[in-house]
């Protein structure tokens, strides 16, 4: 295989121009926040900045859900899960580091322990003093939940709307835990009040700044994962379990075993995504969980185009940014505005906004979505056959 073969973006043009265009929009958007004057026009404030990091955020959440629903046919309806657990990793970081600068002064209990009259700190708060510790239980955190849980589940060959609804019920039953004060992670409120992170305030623009270029470098590194996996002989195996799963295992791959490595890198990218939108909107509480975040980023991916890798991104920032100007326009009924967008995608954009853009692209060439059930499937048949030979 040639070096140019190898290539992760290689004929991937939507994915191409998606790097090339948050490559430009993390560059640009600091000089133009930071180094030009307020008065200017085509100054850009530090609000539309972090707005612009949430999106990027989301963005990578959908990607991470795309790549199990798209390529692997996984639909998960607990995603938010993973999202907030790993906001939940990155709070604890933070709200260590306030110290002695909380309400009540104490430098070893966050607030909210000392309003409820907590003693000590719990002991898996221990460690989280160090961002080292927090960036790698981002990661641990959900992978933990999802190997455990992928495990019981694709082992009992759990699938379709019954791997969809169990999801949905663990989601709901860890948001009714975190809603709880006992659990040590702010009940209700959450955590929140965070002054700094990494010694950096949080209020300064140059931090926002630095965030919002943190949130684009992470996009990026997950899409290019992501293409790499999609574009291999892994991918090809994901998407022929999506098309013809007895098949697939009848010719002998261990579809648990593919299912399981998928669903946990997801879930990794999801706490990533949870990590980076915490900082930079101030706050992580037990709604994160609600089932109907999980649902929310389902309708991102089948807006953009499911098994369009760029499509789950363009379908996110265009969701939130429908969000974003439909409360500001019209409050009274933008969630109307916004069901209404649905629903129009829904009948005139059945593959999604991407979908009509590759809609006249053969599928078989290694782009992102395959159609041709039996292909992929002999495909990875041959590459059985070669294996066991």
């Known amino acids: ?30 000089i133009l926040n930071l180094a030009v004057p307020v008065e200017s026009p085509l100054h850009i404030s530090t609000y ?35 999202f907030a657990l790993g906001g939940y990793a990155m709070g604890m970081y ?26 000590e700190l719990p002991w898996y708060w221990y460690g989280f ?10 990661l641990v955190a959900p992978a ?16 379709g709307v019954y791997f969809s609804i169990i999801t949905q019920a663990l989601t709901y039953a860890l948001m009714l835990a975190f809603f709880r004060n006992d659990m040590g992670f702010g ?38 994962l992501c293409r790499y996996i999609v574009s291999s002989k892994l991918g090809r195996v994901l998407v022929s379990i999506r098309d013809a799963e007895s098949r697939t295992r009848f010719i002998g791959y261990r579809v648990e075993h593919y299912k399981l490595f998928v669903f946990v890198l997801s879930a990794m990218l999801a706490g990533v995504a949870g ?41 996110a920032i265009l969701v939130n940014y429908g969000k974003t100007y439909f409360t500001g326009a019209f409050p009274e009924i933008w969630l109307f505005m916004l069901g209404g967008l649905f629903v129009v995608a ?22 992102n979505a395959v159609s041709s059930t039996g292909s992929v499937a002999d495909n990875a048949g041959g590459v059985a056959g070669k294996e066991t030979s």
């Open 1 to 30: 295989m040639s070096v140019t073969q190898r290539t992760w973006l290689k004929g991937d043009v939507g994915g191409s121009w998606l790097v090339a265009l948050i490559v430009l929009t993390i560059v640009m958007v600091p």
């Open 187 to 224: 009940g209700n409120n959450g955590l929140t009040d965070f002054k700094d992170i990494l010694g950096f305030s949080l209020q300064s623009d140059a931090t926002k700044n630095g965030l919002f270029v943190c949130s684009g470098i992470a996009l990026i590194g997950g899409y290019l």
């Open 275 to 315: 990590a980076l939108y915490v900082p930079q909107v101030g706050i992580i509480n037990p709604g994160e969980f609600a089932p109907l975040l999980s649902i929310e980023i389902i309708i991102w991916v089948a807006i953009g185009g499911r098994g369009f890798l760029y499509g789950a991104v363009l379908g």
């Open 129 to 138: 003093d160090s961002f080292a510790f927090a960036a790698i239980m981002v």
């Open 346 to 367: 829904t009948l005139f954009l059945p593959r999604g906004v991407v979908g009509l853009l590759s809609a006249r692209k053969s599928s078989a060439g290694g782009n």
């Open 94 to 119: 933070m709200m260590r580091q306030i110290g002695d600068r909380g309400v009540y002064g104490n430098p070893i209990l966050p607030d909210f322990m000392v309003f409820l009259n907590w003693s």
């Open 144 to 159: 933990l939940l999802a190997f455990v849980f992928g495990w019981l589940a694709f082992r009992s060959r759990v699938t």
């Open 48 to 82: 539309t900045v972090s707005l612009l990091g949430k999106y990027l955020s989301f963005a990578l959440l959908a990607l991470a859900v795309d790549l199990i629903w798209g390529y692997a046919g996984i639909l998960s309806l607990g995603h938010g899960a993973f």
